[in-house]
T-cell receptor, first 115, second 113 residues
């Protein structure tokens, strides 16, 4: 158990809908990262927050947004869902933001299926 | 642009033998970190081992060791004494100073009894 929690574990929804994925980082970790794992794109970085502020953006679609709340949990909002958004979404956390040597601890992931 | 390349989509190894999973990387940064993660069929990402760009010695963690050759930009994972439970996808990743991880495409390892 990495200490990072993600809910829900599975999510099945229809095209055009909106969903929210939730992540709670390890106790004491200030930085949260979101990744998407799909068959065709592999594991891709989406977005990073540090202590409530957005720090970096990757290949995140405009239909997707995220935020980190004062209690440090984070939510990833996916809207106008398309079939291609079906993927495993991971949240990871680390103590600090920029240092390259800090390990990132991954949550169990949320498997999103868009029908 | 930073890139991680894993050229072995799939590998087979006999139980109790050693296996090397290849990883090459490309970066213009002087400071970076290299990681290996294991992803079993259940889906979670399990951290295995880390190597810093300035570390002079190869990292080791139990049965896992990282063969780091900086000049060649390679960071191969060596698993000694393979076990059936080692069957999984293995991802090499690089962490930039900005913090995000860049992953390779992964290698699926199958351990045969």
């Amino acid at each position: 158990d990495s200490g990072v929690t993600q809910t829900p574990k599975h999510l099945i929804t229809a095209t055009g809908q909106r969903v929210t994925l939730r992540c709670s980082p390890r106790s004491g970790d200030l930085s949260v990262y979101w990744y998407q794992q799909s068959l065709d794109q592999g594991l891709q970085f989406l977005i990073q927050y540090y202590n409530g502020e957005e720090r970096a953006k990757g290949n995140i679609l405009e239909r997707f947004s995220a935020q980190q709340f004062p209690d440090l949990h984070s939510e990833l909002n996916l809207s106008s869902l398309e079939l291609g958004d079906s993927a495993l979404y991971f949240c990871a956390s680390s103590v600090v933001s920029g240092e390259y040597y800090n390990e990132q601890f991954f949550g169990p992931g949320t498997r999103l299926t868009v029908l | 642009a930073q890139k991680i390349t894993q050229t072995q989509p799939g590998m087979f190894v006999q139980e109790k033998e050693a296996v090397t999973l290849d990883c090459t990387y490309d970066t213009s940064d002087q400071s970076y970190g290299l990681f290996w993660y294991k992803q079993p069929s259940s889906g979670e990402m399990i951290f295995l081992i880390y190597q810093g760009s300035y570390d002079e010695q190869n990292a080791t963690e139990g049965r896992y060791s990282l063969n780091f050759q900086k000049a060649r930009k390679s960071a191969n994972l060596v698993i000694s004494a393979s076990q059936l439970g080692d069957s999984a996808m293995y991802f090499c990743a690089m962490r930039e100073i900005g913090g995000k991880l860049i992953f390779g495409q992964g290698t699926e390892l199958s351990v045969k009894p």
